[in-house]
């Protein structure tokens, strides 16, 4: 028997931990495993590092197959910084090869836990989006393994249209195989960052949109529970060695050393509150409002924060959570932002995280989730009825201010929602059927929006 056919059933969730579903999981231990996976399956769907937040790599009527063994780097161009590796490699695994020589992931989400796959699948997006397009708009092709078992190469000059389906498409048109992915220089491992105080969210958007405040860069922090959306305006860049203090300019891509505090177990329910919360945004807001001087810190730090805490997630409890992010149109973002921070204090939540950030592109993809305007994340301790009941409140305000619900993050939409927020989709389903007409790719998301079939 097969690696591909001795899989094991257990319980599976994503970073959320809510929901969390019996699903039937395989390891492949080589590369070429995965078309029998694709040949053989009923239904599977890929899972990466498990990092999507809700149930995009969750399919409790199939499979998953894990890629977390199939991480090798293929081949690698100095000349113009392009990666060919599997899909299965991690962010972290990159940058650990690859800093040291000069380069560095052109998109990165808020933690490098996450594989090539994953990325390109739900075609994340970074601090740095609204200046350089999403993790697509850096890859030059990927093998797609296909519902029969066979492999196509697919880009953005090949098979676009399937390309553009696949990117942000979340695993359902196949498995990503192998990724070539672009790298983008830099010169040290640092990053020069400022940070600016705003008393409320005009003041913060008025920063995002101010250029002498922009940087490759931008992303705010912000504390939910101030009523006005008061913040901290983040701006940083690559440091060049020029800008490095002279103790620091003679090994200038040397990685720092990565301390990490693990939470062993599940908190109690209710620790993270309204005085919890707020005592620590406080006290987050007075240390980074103060450093409004250029200061130089290294890209872990600046990118990953909550690695530095393995499995945070804990800090909700055995329930978990779900993290709502989306996305507001530009000229409707500054009113329909404060109305959902109004919804999360009435509903006295205390959102332990809080990110905005400014994007100004469309993603390539038919189901990207970027487009001009305001995206806010928030992470929110409920889950089950609760949740479902607070994410339709949430969604009906993002609709009617001309947004969409990130689906890499989405454990709660509805299909008649989906479909409102993302107009491409039509176009995107007959890509799909023609693809996979019987609809082997599937996951916990794509039955709950009723993909494809209506």
């Known amino acids: 028997m097969s690696s591909t056919q001795s899989g094991r059933t257990e319980k599976l969730s994503g970073w959320g931990q809510y929901p969390s579903l019996e699903t039937r999981s395989i390891r492949p231990e080589r590369y070429a495993l995965l078309s029998e996976a694709c040949a053989t399956e009923r239904s599977c769907i890929a899972r990466g590092q498990g990092r999507a937040y809700g149930d995009a790599a969750l399919n409790p009527a199939g499979s998953v197959v894990a890629t977390e063994r199939l991480d090798r780097m293929l081949a690698f161009d100095e000349s113009n910084g392009l990666l060919r590796a599997e899909a299965g490699l991690t962010l972290g ?90 790298l983008r220089r830099i010169e040290t491992a640092y990053i020069m960052a400022r940070h600016r105080p705003a008393r409320d969210l005009d003041e913060l958007m008025a ?82 409002a103060d450093r409004q001087e250029p200061f130089v810190t290294d890209f872990g730090s600046f990118f990953y924060p909550l690695d530095g805490l393995d499995r945070w997630y804990r800090l909700y409890g055995r329930h978990g959570f779900i993290q709502y992010q989306c996305i507001l ?44 305007g305001y995206t806010l994340a928030v992470d929110l301790p409920v889950a089950g009825v609760r949740a479902q009941k607070l994410a339709a409140e949430l969604d009906a305000v993002t609709l009617d201010h001309g947004g969409r619900v990130y689906l890499a993050k989405d454990a709660c939409l509805t299909p008649e929602n989906f479909r409102r927020m993302y107009p491409r989709y039509p176009q995107w389903r007959e890509i799909k059927r023609s693809i996979d007409p019987d609809n082997r790719f599937r996951s916990a998301l794509a039955q709950r929006l009723g993909i494809p079939h209506e």
């Open 207 to 288: 920063l995002f949109q101010d250029p002498e405040q922009d940087d490759d860069y931008t992303v705010a922090w912000i504390d939910c529970l101030s009523g006005a959306g008061r913040g901290v305006f983040m701006a940083g860049h690559h440091a060049l060695t020029e800008e490095l203090p002279p103790e620091m300019r003679y090994r200038p891509l040397e990685l720092s050393p990565r301390r990490t505090l693990g939470i062993p177990f599940n908190l109690p329910g209710g620790l993270l509150n309204g005085f919890t919360v707020g005592a620590f945004n406080a006290l987050y807001y007075r240390i980074n």
């Open 329 to 372: 149109s530009e000229a409707a973002a500054a009113g329909g932002l404060q109305r959902l921070l109004d919804i999360l204090q009435n509903r006295r939540q205390a959102p332990f995280l809080a990110v905005l950030k400014r994007m100004g592109a469309v993603g390539a993809g038919h189901l990207s989730f970027p487009q001009p």
């Open 93 to 182: 695994a990159l940058i650990e090869h690859f800093v040291p020589r000069g380069w560095f992931p052109p998109v990165t989400p808020g933690t490098r836990h996450v594989s090539l796959g994953g990325c390109l699948a739900s075609d994340v997006h970074g601090k740095n989006h609204h200046h350089d397009g999403s993790f697509g708009a850096f890859v030059d092709s990927l093998e797609l393994i296909t519902a029969d078992g066979g492999t196509r190469t697919i880009g953005p000059q090949q098979e676009a249209e399937l390309f553009h389906a696949t990117t942000g498409g979340m695993g359902l048109t196949g498995l990503i195989g192998e990724v070539a992915l672009r």
